[in-house]
């Protein structure tokens, strides 16, 4: 029989390294946008904001069975593939069905397929552009069945997808600075942990700065991320104003010889024109230091919110010109079409997706692997 025991505090081995402490600088030379803290306030709770706040890299195990449970999780960590991940969301489930519901080859196929690519968030003019191009050749006798409209609808979706399919190279610059931007609740904070994860295991030095200085709880998450990841996190007291810790970052970034600088900022609602101002003054206050500077807008979407996200993407650009994308929570409730949207609406490249919640499910972009998860290669595989 298996009997755990525990260590005595004589075995117990030595704590982990931690980050090393936060950094805290004067904010003076900046004004602070008071107008930005009441909604901020209002809106998101201290609960709320660490709910996907990962647990400190040496919180204690409650018992015996959870530790083993751990060692065995750290020891083989599961990574599931696309198709087991995209699989499961209604827009893959939809257009599956939909082939096996229809094995004949007709108009009635089509027009039902370009009703389920609409209610999958791809958007109405992409798929009625998409369908129209498969009834043509269908009419041309292109087609011997469905299984081969269904061979030439995945070459489509790949071939929507391939122009921004473009991974984030951030060997060059050095540091690289990534601004990132999204509403509140699109995973942003999480997001920037699971980046300096990947980066960090690339051997790469990363420093993060707390810019979202409006909710003290994202301030408090970046840090935990930092102290998990082993990773610096600049930042002030709550209140602060952005720009200023965000400048002050990169400073110390620069001094420190780091390769790359993730900064947080705050995700209020799009819709206040005012608030947004706020992203195009930090970015010209990094010019200040780099006039190349920021070298990435990475704007985090919720693959759930469907065409409100295209919106989103409309209203950021405007503002600090979004250079790249990263869609999240693809695995959950989304139905997986709005990536199509946001392919065909801006072209902007869409440098990594969310499959699930641990760092090694946030994946670099693949087009035929995002078109495999979502859709069988054959119907015999549906």
Do not use: C
């Not at 030595?14 to 809106?43: C, I, N, R, Y």
């Not at 503002?319 to 139905?335: H, P, Y």
């Not at 969310?354 to 946030?362: F, K, P, Y």
């Amino acid at each position: 029989m298996l009997k755990f025991w525990k260590k005595k505090p004589a075995d117990a081995e030595p704590s982990q390294p931690t980050a090393p402490a936060p950094e805290s600088v004067p904010t003076t030379g900046f004004a602070h946008d008071t107008d930005a803290t009441s909604l901020d306030h209002a809106s998101t709770t201290l609960d709320e904001a660490l709910a996907e706040t990962p647990p400190a890299p040496d919180a204690p195990v409650e018992d015996e069975a959870s530790e083993l449970a751990a060692v065995v999780e750290a020891a083989v960590p599961a990574k599931r593939g696309w198709r087991e991940r995209l699989s499961g969301s209604s827009f893959a489930r939809g257009l599956t069905s939909l082939f096996v519901r229809h094995p004949k080859l007709d108009d009635d196929l089509l027009d039902e397929l370009e009703t389920t690519l609409i209610t999958g968030d791809v958007g109405v003019e992409a798929s009625t552009a998409l369908v129209e191009d498969l009834r043509k050749r269908m009419h041309k006798r292109e087609f011997a069945d469905a299984g081969a409209l269904l061979a030439a609808l995945r070459q489509s979706l790949i071939a929507m997808l391939r122009p921004v399919e473009k991974p984030l190279d951030v060997g060059g610059l050095k540091p690289h600075v990534i601004l990132t931007v999204g509403i509140n609740g699109v995973g942003k904070t999480t997001t920037i942990g699971k980046l300096a994860r990947r980066y960090r295991d690339e051997g790469r030095q990363v420093m993060l700065a707390a810019g979202d200085t409006f909710r003290a709880a994202a301030v408090e998450q970046l840090k935990t991320w930092g102290a998990r990841n082993n990773v610096p996190v600049i930042s002030q007291g709550q209140d602060a104003d952005s720009a200023s810790v965000i400048f002050d970052a990169l400073q110390a970034a620069r001094s420190r010889n780091v390769d790359v600088l993730i900064a947080d900022t705050a995700g209020r609602l799009h819709t206040q024109g005012g608030l947004m101002d706020e992203l195009g003054k930090i970015a010209r206050v990094l010019k200040k230091i780099d006039a190349d500077a920021p070298h990435e807008v990475l704007m985090v979407i919720d693959g759930t919110t469907g065409q409100n996200a295209v919106s989103q993407v409309r209203q950021f650009r405007q503002i600090v010109g979004v250079s790249g994308l990263v869609v999240t929570k693809l695995d959950g409730t989304a139905k997986g079409g709005v990536v199509f949207a946001l392919a065909r609406e801006f072209g902007l490249p869409i440098r990594y997706v969310g499959l699930g919640e641990t760092a090694t499910d946030l994946r670099v972009f693949d087009a035929e692997a995002y078109v495999d998860g979502l859709l069988p290669a054959s119907l015999s595989q549906g």
